[in-house]
């Protein structure tokens, strides 16, 4: 079963599209999980039930209030942008921070754990995995791919060869320790915790490195422009303060660059939104 939430921020991409009517019944945060939960914020099975279709506009915080009313009989023009994915951050969080900072418009298909282990979905997919993307009459799998396509497309790669190089290489170091995690997830969680929150401070060393490298920490990891990989790096740190709360606390230099990504506006009402927070980090189990 596919639930089909489309996700509005701000007009479509290029500004050329209607604003989005707002809707004050998500002008609040919902509740989402508590750092302290650990594991079990991660954790989160398939959602159950009817599919609904919902029109959501994630505003700044401190924006103006809102007006009473937000329907309307007048169509509205569809997100440029799809993601078909499950119903957790996992592999897809990235790309959801990029596009809501990016002041973009989405639209989320969910695949319930049902409907993907009947078979014909996952046969469709091109490498069998999901997430799949589609950018109008382009589909792309693969997360890192669909991320390197969102810098190309809104100049999030460096402003030279130089740059776009060292940007692969950060997103590359990225998905290593990513590999890491999940593999701690999935596969020998109380067992190998200890082992891994241990080795993790060398596992980070390289991104504070580039960080001091670059402007004494404080700007970006490569250049004076946040690049896709920021927005990579960002959501690996966020997950790891999710499932061991403190682990970045010897850290400094990182948890003042979570904090200054986390302050952008638009990322910001976002990452306070209902549709990042209660979000789980990755299935219940493999899927």
Aim: include cysteine.
């Amino acid at each position: 079963m596919l639930k089909s939430v489309p996700f509005r921020q701000g007009t479509r991409r290029g500004g050329a599209g209607e604003p989005v009517r707002p809707c004050p019944r998500h002008t609040q945060p919902c509740p989402g999980p508590s750092s302290a939960q650990g594991l079990g914020a991660f954790l989160g099975g398939a959602r159950r039930g009817v599919c609904v279709e919902q029109t959501i506009n994630i505003r700044p915080l401190g924006s103006p209030p809102l007006p009473a009313a937000c329907s309307s009989t007048s169509p509205r023009p569809m997100p440029p942008y799809t993601i078909l994915y499950f119903p957790t951050r996992g592999r897809c969080e990235a790309m959801r921070m990029l596009l809501a900072d990016q002041g973009q418009s989405w639209k989320e298909e969910v695949v319930t754990k049902e409907s993907w282990l009947q078979g014909p979905l996952k046969a469709s997919c091109l490498y069998g995995q999901l997430p799949k993307f589609q950018d109008g009459d382009l589909t792309l799998y693969q997360s890192n791919a669909i991320l390197r396509h969102l810098g190309r497309t809104f100049g999030l790669y460096g402003k030279d060869q130089r740059e776009a190089a060292l940007v692969d290489m950060v997103n590359d170091g990225v998905e290593d320790v990513r590999r890491l995690c999940s593999r701690l997830i999935y596969r020998s969680y109380e067992e190998g915790k200890a082992k891994y929150f241990q080795e993790l401070p060398g596992h980070l060393k390289p991104f504070e490195t580039l960080l001091i490298q670059n402007q004494e920490g404080q700007a970006f990891l490569v250049g004076d422009q946040i690049s896709f990989a920021d927005y990579n790096l960002l959501d690996l740190l966020l997950n790891h303060q999710v499932l061991a709360p403190g682990c970045l606390d010897s850290h400094p230099l990182l948890l003042a660059y979570v904090a200054r990504l986390r302050a952008r506006p638009k990322l910001k009402a976002y990452l306070a939104s209902p549709e990042h927070m209660n979000r789980p980090v990755h299935g219940a189990q493999k899927i």
